[in-house]
């Protein structure tokens, strides 16, 4: 730790590197969770579009109403796929000063959160993700949501751990 | 005179008028249609004949609840914490602890200038996040309670951190140097340098809702708009250039005299380790930043602006709600100098001059060319096959993407100390950004699949009051940084905010 005044050179190779971290993956069940919810997703617009063709169908043009369901069709193959691959992707690691949860196909991003600027955590149980027995550890930290963080796909023993382990760690950055 | 903010207390009397007129402000924007059919009174006797009681008894319904909320609202002191006890169905009792109020702030329309109160504005942050605000309070009571405010919480940081406090908060009283301080001449010159681009998207804006609106109770001006344009009343090319310059022009006064009439006078002080501005001519407004709050200074120009020499300052304070610019200090027309002694005010003895500029990688501009290029032919397709007589429109604007991803790859940089972050950006205008690392609230390293192919990466920095982003770094250095970076958050021991 650096005192006020103390001005050490430091060596960028030799601080803790992302590269070393090992990543715990979300659990396998997610994987479940996920596909449902986007089931669920789809089901929604797909009876949506249709009631809106029985209704309106006359008023839409023929090209698009030729276009839309390979457009519909494109759409739920890439996400299902997304979603698909995506999840193994997904882990999270603790360290002793921060949290870092990865994730991402296409988009791949490592988000890390000092214990220090964690305003508070909790735990939340979505609807299905009930039913398989996961739940999600939200991180929340100042100003906005935009940097905040939530790992799901964690067991409930596991996110409630990781939960008093985070709030300990706040509290014991906070009294230093 | 002192004032016992340890009694329930209330608000200046003045306050009713106040809520009377927002409310009634609230119901004519609501129905000002209505009301104009009512008073023209053609083809609607009906109408009108139940719309004005309604409307005379929503007003009246709206004064006699502020006159028994005003009665309901009481505010004091206790424990150090702000209490405010309001309701006249469902009561409230509110408690800011002193230590989480960001900053207090006051605001003054005209009625609050002639009747000599101000309204009070208290910001927190946190994730429970609120603003309050009082309406009115008189001028001596709003100065006496912000004072007591800021002192008490000034105490309790220092009380909790080092034990010699008593004699820095009296050091930190006696400052008071003005920084900038707009002459005619100088407002004048921000007003012509405005975004008038801005300001003509705001009449369009405003122009497409009155029309709507009359459109909604059937004073329809669409049919006749489209009748001029099939009559070929306005023949086309020239037609346009006309409009736009006209419209243009008429963008160019209304900026002018908004910039008149909100920076009026304009002064900015340095009071110990705050920022005080004052700046309206018919709503005075006055508003703080302490420099632990303020999380990113950020200050940009336009080809104008540049012209004239002087940038836009933004003061980025931290806030409970997504960034708003409520929560930032805006201080147009400052010099390279104010920059400078903004900066060495805020950063004090930190390594930020002499910056070490880096570019982005030129994939940055090729992605950005293939995207814009895309999309560009996309939309000039369309526009082909649905209304060809209208193709010059998306082409020219596909041109115009294309030239500005130039510009903005030209503009793009950034550089990092050991005690600073600095983006720079733009595309006509330069906008640059400074912060100090240890500010930082998160860091993401991210990579598109069309960077991870090219070994590059991006690091996205989370901050208290926005995100700064480094684009189309190579990858090791992008991991580097990001290591770096939280090496620094980790390591400081500052309060950040």
Redesign the interface.
Known sequence: ??G?FE?IQ?E??A?????DVSFKPVEKTYLTVRLISLFIFWAIILVGYYLLTVVAGSDIPNLIQQIIPYVLLVMIIVTFVIAFFGVKRKGYALRD??IIYKK?L?????????F??I??CEVKQGPIARLFNLAVLHI????????D?SIPGLLPDTAQTMKSFVLQKIKSEEE? | MIHDFSVPNRQSIIAIVLIIYKTIRVVVRQVWPIIIIAFLGRNSSSYSSYVLPAVIGVSLLSMIWAVISYFKYYFYIKDDELVIEKGVLSKTKLNIPFDRIQSVNFQQNIIHQITKVKKLEIDTAGSSGNEFSMEALSLEKADALRDLILKRKQELLQFSTTEDAEEEVLEVEEERTLILNLSIEELIKVGVSQNHFRSAGLIFAGIFYVLTQLNDIGLGVDDRIEGYITQGMLPGLIAIVVITILFLMISFLISLVRSVLVYFNLKLWRLGDKYKLEKGLFTRKETTAVDQKIQIMEWSDNPLKRLFNYFDVQLKQASSVQVKSASSIVIPGCNPTHVKTLQNNWLRHMVYQSLDKQSVSHHYLIRKLLYNALFGVLFIGVVYILKPEFILFPILFTVYKLASSWLQYRKRSYAVTDDVLYIGRGTFGFHHAIMPLFKIQSVSLTESLYETRRGLASVNVLTASGSMLIPFIPKDLAMKLNNYLLYSIESSRQAWM
């Open positions: 730790m650096l006020p001005n430091i960028i190779q601080l803790p590197s992302l590269e000063r921060d991402g296409l988009w791949k991003s490592n988000t890390t959160v000092p220090s600027r305003q508070h929340y930290t100042a100003g906005g949501s935009s940097s963080l230093v």
